[in-house]
């Protein structure tokens, strides 16, 4: 399997959205797009509800991700957690279609000798930790997330340490919604280094809608090869678009 980039979104959100499209449906148009989308539903005081609970896990299951529920105390350990896992999973299913392809249709790693998946693993792994990441973080900070967000900010600043010993190169971007004017506001455009956060939370400000479904379109578009994939079909393996493609 050739070297290539990692693309995920990581939507932070606390509730349900409440305008624009169907973000379940977004999330699959970003997956199509080698995209994948991780949600983190942050709780405070307050529950976030069994319609917001299964609104974060549809998102997630569309768009091939990983979701979790996590009290905002817990938060900078779940998002290393979740980025790290949707990584794996998605080396891991591109390596399940390349074996299908050689050893025959429905065949996985899981059919291997004990041998041969360990191998194979060991390849999983060392991918985990070469592969390029581009990384857009989606922030909700509608009104109900505002005293959240100090927990968020310092959630991703020990993100981006914990990424750093990778050997690949990780690039950040950051939205938020809803934005003062549009349904997002771009706070940080691609950048390697996160602490560019540090004063830019301070500035933000809290509204009462939810874009979800707009947001999340928005942050596919922050991928250069996401106009590049709309004006040309995806492959069912494209979940790793080639570096410089």
């Keep these: 399997m050739s070297k290539g980039t990692l693309r995920q979104i990581l939507l932070m959100t606390d ?8 973000p379940s449906m977004i ?11 991780n949600v983190i539903g942050v709780v405070e005081d307050d529950a976030i509800g069994e319609q917001g609970i299964r609104e974060i896990e549809n ?13 905002a105390e817990e938060l900078a350990k779940t998002v ?25 249709k429905g065949k996985e790693l899981d059919d291997l000798p004990p041998d041969q998946r360990g191998e194979v693993m060991e390849v999983v792994d060392d991918l985990g930790e070469t592969l390029e990441l581009e990384l857009c973080i989606l922030v909700d900070t509608s009104a109900s997330m505002k005293k959240k ?40 455009d691609w950048t390697p280094n996160m602490n560019r956060l540090t004063n830019v939370f301070d500035k933000l400000s809290s509204a009462g809608i939810t874009p979800t479904g707009p947001a999340l379109r928005d942050a596919i578009n922050m991928f250069p090869a996401a106009a590049k994939s709309r004006r040309s079909l995806i492959s069912d393996d494209a979940y790793l678009e080639e570096s410089g493609s």
Excluded: H, W
């Design 15 to 22: 509730g349900c959205s409440n305008k624009g499209d169907d």
């Design 27 to 37: 999330a699959a148009l970003a997956k199509e797009q080698g995209i994948t989308v």
């Design 59 to 71: 998102i997630a299951l569309s768009g091939g991700g990983v979701s979790q529920v996590v009290y």
């Design 80 to 104: 290393q957690m979740v980025t790290r896992k949707a990584m794996t999973q998605t080396i891991y299913g591109i390596v399940n279609r390349e074996l299908s392809s050689i050893l025959g």
């Design 149 to 188: 967000l100090p927990t968020v900010r310092e959630s991703l600043l020990d993100l981006s340490v914990s990424l750093q010993s990778r050997i690949g190169d990780n690039r950040y971007s950051l939205l938020v919604f809803p934005g003062k004017r549009k349904d997002t506001e771009k706070l940080l």
